[in-house]
């Protein structure tokens, strides 16, 4: 789960879509995916085919640019509801910090909730080979890697 979509992702109606931000460089790399030939279409079919949902904490919020500090006035996701419409749904992990802060709400569900470094090109305190194993330790955790 992430927090709420920067500028560039609300601009193109597309998670995850600010040219630097790592999370589908990690998963591409983690599922021998090759990410250049894969449009955005693509690039959610290979989440969905291995198993992962892509959702956020926030269904709303106020926020000029698209840093998680500026986050005001923040209206949660129904987590019970999407809870309820993923049977499947096996653990939840938090794209970083300004997400995991609402780990109490996540683990009201019953299942295991991870906090992952966040992709976001503001976070360069990790390397992106340290991210990729964290992210890799917690989707092998729960099998959506082979």
């Known amino acids: 789960m992430g927090s709420f979509p920067g500028v ?4 193109s109606q597309r998670y995850y879509a600010h040219p630097r931000n790592q999370f589908w460089p990690i998963l591409a790399s983690l599922w021998d995916e090759d990410l250049a030939r894969l449009d955005y279409v693509g690039r ?3 989440a969905q085919a291995h198993g992962l949902a892509i959702w956020d904490v926030y269904e709303s919020c106020l926020r000029v640019g698209s840093l998680d500090s500026a986050i005001q006035q923040a209206r949660p996701n129904d987590l019970l509801g999407l809870a309820a419409r993923m049977p499947l749904l096996q653990a939840i992990a938090h794209n970083g910090g300004e997400s995991a802060r609402h780990r109490a709400l996540t683990q009201t569900l019953g299942l295991p909730v991870y906090k992952l470094p966040s992709t976001s ?5 990790w390397s992106l080979e340290r991210k990729r ?12 890697l082979e």
């Open 121 to 125: 090109p503001a976070h360069a305190a």
């Open 8 to 11: 560039a992702s609300l601009q």
């Open 44 to 46: 959610v079919a290979m």
């Open 133 to 144: 194993e964290a992210w890799r330790e917690v989707l092998q955790r729960h099998g959506l």
